[in-house]
C-alpha cells in the first residue's frame, strides 16, 4: 500500500515537468551507430512528445470494450479498429487471415465425491466478485485450457506442487503412480503446457490446474475489488500447448496457414498437444478436493496458502472431469502497418504486440496494444510532416497469440527467408501492470534497450533507465538464467518463450527484445483483466502507457535511421563463453567431465575477437557501411543451425530456445545444456560441435567485413 500511495504523489510531480524540458534534458550527445546524432535528436524529441497519456487510455477502454478470443466476432471487430487507427497515422496497412486449428470449449465440468459418494464440489464456478462492473457479459467464455483434449474422466486424485519436473520425481520417490489418476497442480514457476506434458507423460488420465492463494492471491495482498490480487472465484485460462516442441497452428509446423493452403498440406498435429484433458481452477473450486485429500502429508515448500494441511493423495476424492472441446480450422487476422524506408526499403524494423484476449484482456494484451497505438500515433506524425525511416518500419498487432504464438508465428513462417533482412524484432505483449520497467534482449541488443531507456522520461520523475536501474537494485528475484555480468548497469535478462519474440528470434534469427512495466498483478488471463482492474491497480492516468508508447516508437527509430547497425556482438560473446563455462561445470558436476569442451570455447573467443573487430569498424563509421551492416545483421542468423535442435527442429537457434521443462524462461546453448541435464553424453558432444561451427560462421561474417 505505502509504494502506491508514494506513486500518487509523483504523478503529480511528474506531470509538470512533462515533456519539454526534461525532454531536452535527455537528449544524448553521441549515440552508438550514428555519425552525427544531431538530427535524429531532434526527430526523437518531436516523436516523444506525441503519444498522449489521456489518447492511449481512451484507446484501452475501447480494447477492452468486449471480450475477444482469437476468431470470435469480436476479435476480428478489435483487429478492423486497429488496422483504422493505423491507415489514420499514414500507414499502408493489411489484415493477413490464416486459417488455424483452434478449440473453444463446449462443455467443462468438475465435479468431486468422497468415498461414499457424496458430492464435494461440482464447478467451475463462475468468476464473480462483489461490483466488478465487467463480470456478467454473456460473451465471457469458461474457463478451459487451449490445446486440451476432449474426455470424460473419473479418478482418484494425487497433488503434483507446481509440476515441475522435481516435484514429479518426489512423487515418483514417494512410490506414488500417477496411472490413470487425475494429477491436481499450482500455476506457476513453469509454463501450464509443461505441467500438462510431465502429467501425460507420467501415464496421468488428466490435470486441473488451479490458483494457489499463496502465489497469487490474498497470501501476496488484498484482492480485487479491494487490490491487485487474484479473488477466490478467479481463474487462470492459458493454453498447454506443448509450444516448446514448436509454437503456431499445430498443424503446420514451418509453414505458413494461409487462406489457400489445403487441408491435404497439413499435418497431425499431435506432437504439440496434450492428449489428456485440462482444465483451470480457480481456489475456490480447488480447496474442497485439496481438503479431502488423503496420503501422506505434503513435503516441506509443497503446503500453499489455503488453511488446512495439503496431502499428497491418492485417496480421500475422486473427480468427475468432462471436457468437450470444439476443434475447428478458424480464420484469425494479423494487422500488419508498414512506413516503406527511404533509403533501404527490404531492411526492415518489426514492431508487434498481440491483440487477442482470454477475455478483456486489460493488461494482457490490450496495454501493449495501446502502447503500440500510440507509438505509431508519434511515428506517424513524423510521417505527416515528410519525414521517411532509412530502413522500413512494420507494426505488426498479432492474433491467437493465447493458444500458442499462432499470428506471430504464421506470418514469420510465411515470411521466410525475407526476414534475413529483418535487422530487429521488437516484442511487447503484457506491457503495464504497474510501474517497473524491465526488459529482455538478445545479447547484442542489451546495451541498445539501456540506451534508448536514457532518453525517456519516467512518470515517477528521471529517465526510465534511472528508475528501473533503482528498482532493480532492490529486486529480490532475478529472472533471467543468465549469471550476473561484472560491471552491468542493470540487468537485460534473456528471451525464453511466452510471447510473440519466439518466431523471430528462435526459428528466424531476428534479434529481438522484450519490455514490461510491472507491478502487482494477480488477475491474469481472468475476468477480472479488465479496464476497472487496470485504472484501481495498475496505471489510472495511462502514464505508463505513454513511457511503454515511447519506448517502443524509440526502439524503432533509433534502430531505423542509424548509419551502422548498433549491435553489441562482443557482449554476446562474452555471454555465450559464460553459457559455455557454465555447462562444462555442470557436466563435470554429473560425471560427463570427459566432454570436450576446449573447441567451443576457442570458437567462442574467435568470436570475441571478431566482435570486437567489427565493434571498432562500428565506432569508426568508415568504410563500406552498407557492407558492415550486412555482417553485422548476419552474424545473428548465422547462429542459426539448419537442422534445429534435438528433437525439436523448428527450434534453430544454438544460443536459445524456451526450456523443454520451464517452457517461458530460457535455456542457454540449449542443443548442449539439455543432453548434459539428460546425461546424454553422446549428443552434448555432438551438440558442442553444432555449437562451435555457429560461433565460427558467425564469426566469420563478423570477419567478413574486413
Ligand atoms: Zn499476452
Known sequence: ?????????????????????????????????????????????????VPGAKEAGEELKELTSAPHLAATPEDHKIAEYIAAKFRAAGLETQIVPYRVLLNQPKAVRVEAYDPAGRLLMSGPTREHVAGDPSQDDPRIVMPFSGSSGSGDVTAEVVYANYGRPEDFNELAAQHIDLRGKIVICRYGQNFRGVKVFLAEQHGAAGVLIYSDPHDDGYYKGDPWPIGPWRPETGVQRGSVQYLFEYPGDPETPGVASTLDLPDSARTSPSAAQPHIISIPLSYHDAAPILQALKGPGAPQGWQGALPFRYHLGPGGVRVHLVSEQ???????????????????P????????????????????????AALLEAVHGIGALDKQGWRPKRTILFCSWDAEEEGLI??????EQQG??????????NVDVAVSGPDFSASAVPSLKQFVRDVTRSIPSPLGGTVFQQWRSHSANEEENRSNAPPIE????????????????????????????VVSNGPYGVYHSTFDDFAWYTQNADPHFVYLQEMARVLGLEALRMADADVLPYDYAAYAREISSYIEDAKRKAGELG???????PAEAAAARFLAAAQQAHAAQSALSGNLARLNAALRGAETALLSESGLPNRPWYRHTIYAPGEFTGYSAVVIPGVSEPIEARN?????????????????AAATLNSTR
Not at 20 to 38: E, K, M, R, W
Not at 419 to 426: G, H, K, S
Request: net charge negative; with cysteine; aromatic share 10%.
Open 487 to 514: 560491471g552491468e548497469e542493470t540487468h537485460v535478462g534473456d528471451l525464453g518463450s511466452g510471447s510473440d519474440f519466439t518466431p523471430f528470434l528462435q526459428h528466424a534469427g531476428v534479434p529481438s527484445t522484450d
Open 326 to 344: 470444439d476443434y475447428q480450422r478458424r480464420i484469425i487476422w494479423d494487422v500488419i502497418g508498414k512506413i516503406e524506408g527511404a533509403q533501404e
Open 681 to 697: 553424453a553422446p549428443l552434448a558432444a555432438q551438440q558442442l560441435t553444432v555449437l562451435t561451427q555457429a560461433l565460427d560462421r
Open 346 to 369: 527490404g531492411s526492415l524494423v518489426i514492431v508487434g504486440n498481440h491483440h487477442d484476449a482470454w477475455v478483456y484482456g486489460a493488461v494482457d494484451p490490450s496495454s501493449g496494444t
Open 1 to 49: 500500500m505505502s509504494v502506491r500511495a508514494a506513486l500518487a504523489v509523483s504523478f503529480c510531480l511528474a506531470s509538470s515537468v512533462l515533456p519539454g524540458s526534461l525532454l531536452h534534458a535527455q537528449a544524448p550527445q553521441t549515440v552508438f551507430g550514428y555519425s552525427d546524432f544531431g538530427p535524429e535528436s531532434k526527430l526523437e524529441e518531436k516523436f516523444l512528445a
Open 407 to 412: 499470428g506471430s508465428t504464421e506470418w514469420v
Open 417 to 426: 527467408k525475407l526476414l534475413d533482412n529483418a535487422v530487429a524484432y521488437f
Open 592 to 598: 560427463l567431465g570427459s566432454l570436450d569442451f576446449a
